[in-house]
C-alpha cells in the first residue's frame, strides 16, 4: 500500500530542502548549493537569478553570486538549461546536465523546411561553436563569423525572424549547443555579451544514467511528482516521461505515493518523511523562480484568485510572487532608482500585523541582495507579467 502525503507536507518538504522555509545562514550554503538544491536557477533576467539565491542565503548578495558566476574558479555557469531557457548551473554539475538534456526528445521544429537545418547540420554547427570558443571569449557577431567560416555560407543565411530583422540560420541550435557542453555565457564586453565554452569538469554520463539521475533529482527537489510534471518542467514529451518513470518504479528506484488523491505522484524509493508541521510566514519570490514553476499542482500553489492574478496563461513564473504560508497570495514588483529600490506588494487578501511586519523584513532582504535601500508599498501592482 502507497504512502499518504497531504500537498501541506509536501510543499513544507519542498521549502524546506530549497532554504525556503528557514534561509540558509552565512556558511551553511553557498550560492552553487542554493541553484544545485533548486536544481537550476532560470536567469534570462539575471538580477531575478541573483534574487532566486540571495533570498535562500542569509547574508548574501547579487556580488557574491557575480563572483561564483565569473570569478578566478566559478561555481556557478550561465547556460541554456531545462526547456532550453537561460540557467544558472552548478558547474560541478555540468556532466549530469549535458548528458541528461540531450536525451530529452525534442519537438517539432518551429522553422519552416527552407530556414531549418538537417541533424548533420545541427551536429557540425555544435561542433563549430565548441570549436570556436574553445579558450576564448566572442560576442554573437564574432562567433557567428567563426561559425560559418568553420560550416559553410549556409550557416549565415538570414532566415530566422528576429526582434527587428532576421538572424543566421545556425542560431537556431543555439540553446543545443549550450545544453551539450559547447557554449556558456561570459562577462560582458562593455554592453556585449560574450560566450565562452565551459569547464570540462568530469566525463559524460551515459544517457540512460543521466536520465534516471535527473528524475532522481528532480523528485527530491519537488516530489511528490508525475511523469507529466517532469515532462513540462523540461518541455519534452509526456509519453517519454511516462517511460522513463515506469522503467525507474519497475527497478525501486522510485515509488508512487498517495498525494491527496493526486494520480501518479511519484517520489524517490524511501524517501518517505515529511514535516508534520505546515509552512509558516511571508516570502517573497522574483520572477521565473524555480520553485514557483517546477512545484504542482498549480491549483494547490496558486489557489483562488491568485491561479488569475499571479499565472499568465497559467504559466507560473511571469510575475514575482508572495507567498503566505507556503502558498502564492500576491503579487510584487520592485522600481529601482540609483541606490533605492521601491517594492510595491499587492496582496489578494489582507495582512495580519505581524504578517506586514514580516513583509517588512521580506522586503529589506530583497534590498540586501540588490545593494539597495528597499522601502515597502502596499498597493496594487499595475504593471503586467514580465515588467
Given amino acids: 500500500m502507497s504512502v499518504a502525503v497531504s500537498w501541506s507536507a509536501a510543499n513544507a518538504r519542498r521549502m524546506e530542502r530549497q532554504f525556503l522555509r528557514t534561509p540558509a545562514k552565512p556558511g551553511e550554503a553557498t550560492p552553487a548549493q542554493a541553484v544545485d538544491a533548486m536544481l537550476a536557477a532560470q536567469a534570462q533576467v539575471l538580477s531575478a537569478a541573483e534574487l532566486s539565491v540571495g533570498v535562500r542565503l542569509d547574508g548574501t548578495t547579487r556580488q557574491d553570486v557575480r563572483d561564483a558566476l565569473w570569478g578566478d574558479s566559478p561555481s556557478l555557469v550561465k547556460t541554456f538549461g531545462p526547456r532550453g531557457t537561460i540557467h544558472l548551473l552548478p558547474t560541478a554539475e555540468l556532466p549530469l546536465w549535458t548528458s541528461a538534456l540531450p536525451a530529452v526528445p525534442a519537438g517539432p521544429s518551429p522553422f519552416k523546411a527552407e530556414a531549418g537545418m538537417t541533424p548533420e547540420q545541427t551536429e557540425e554547427v555544435v561542433a563549430a561553436i565548441g570549436a570556436a570558443l574553445d579558450g576564448t571569449r566572442l560576442t554573437i557577431d564574432e562567433l557567428s563569423d567563426e561559425v560559418v567560416a568553420r560550416t559553410g555560407p549556409w550557416a549565415g543565411d538570414l532566415v530566422m525572424p528576429a526582434f527587428q530583422g532576421m538572424w543566421p540560420r545556425w542560431r537556431q541550435v543555439m540553446h543545443k549547443a549550450g545544453q551539450r557542453g559547447a557554449l556558456c555565457f561570459a562577462p560582458n564586453r562593455g554592453r556585449k555579451v560574450t560566450y565562452t565554452r565551459p569547464p570540462h569538469v568530469g566525463a559524460p554520463l551515459d544517457a540512460e544514467t543521466a536520465s534516471a539521475r535527473l528524475v532522481r533529482r528532480f523528485l527530491y527537489a519537488y516530489g511528490p511528482a508525475t511523469p507529466r510534471e517532469f515532462a513540462k518542467w523540461l518541455s519534452g514529451p509526456a509519453g517519454w516521461a511516462s517511460g522513463l518513470f515506469a522503467s525507474l518504479a519497475s527497478v525501486g528506484e522510485i515509488e508512487a505515493v498517495d498525494m491527496d488523491g493526486e494520480p501518479e505522484s511519484y517520489v524517490v524509493a524511501g524517501d518517505t518523511a515529511f514535516p508534520e508541521e505546515p509552512v509558516r510566514g511571508v516570502r517573497l519570490l ?102
Avoid at 300 to 329: H, K, S
Avoid at 346 to 356: F, H, I, N, V, W
Avoid at 361 to 384: C, K, N, P, Y
Fill in 286 to 387: 522574483p520572477y521565473f523562480d524555480a520553485y514557483v514553476i517546477a512545484s504542482h499542482p498549480r491549483a494547490r500553489l496558486f489557489p483562488g484568485r491568485a491561479y488569475q492574478r499571479a499565472l499568465a496563461g497559467g504559466q507560473a513564473g511571469n510575475f514575482p510572487v508572495l507567498l503566505v504560508d507556503g502558498v502564492v497570495a500576491g503579487v510584487w514588483h520592485q522600481r529601482r532608482a540609483g541606490r533605492r529600490t521601491t517594492v510595491t506588494v499587492e496582496p489578494l487578501d489582507p495582512l495580519s500585523a505581524g504578517q506586514e511586519r514580516e513583509l517588512a523584513g521580506q522586503v529589506g532582504r530583497v534590498g540586501e541582495v540588490l545593494e539597495a535601500r528597499a522601502e515597502l508599498v502596499i498597493g496594487d501592482v499595475t504593471v503586467g507579467a514580465h515588467a
